[in-house]
């Protein structure tokens, strides 16, 4: 289950911060919201996971 709770988050964290929709043009949904400002490529949600696991490794939150 929790394989499966991890790629459904990957796919929705891709299809909001990554993909550009056609009915928002060359936008992503949370870009048309206002949460970020950057059109993020798939090497931020890498980066992002990676500093996740660095601090559950190092015990900071």
Same mark, same amino acid.
């Given at each position: 289950?929790?394989?499966?709770?991890?790629?459904?988050?990957?796919?929705?964290?891709?299809?909001?911060?990554?993909?550009?929709?056609?009915?928002?043009?060359?936008?992503?949904?949370?870009?048309?919201?206002? %949460?970020? /400002?950057? *059109?993020?490529?798939? =090497? @931020? %949600?890498? /980066?992002? *996971?990676?500093?996740? =696991? @660095?601090?559950?490794?190092?015990?900071?939150?």
């Amino acid at each position: 289950m929790e394989d499966h709770e991890a790629a459904v988050a990957l796919h929705f964290m891709h299809r909001n911060f990554v993909r550009q929709h056609r009915t928002l043009k060359v936008i992503t949904p949370v870009m048309a919201a206002g %949460v970020t /400002g950057k *059109l993020w490529e798939m =090497e @931020d %949600v890498v /980066g992002l *996971l990676q500093d996740w =696991e @660095d601090r559950q490794w190092s015990g900071s939150s």
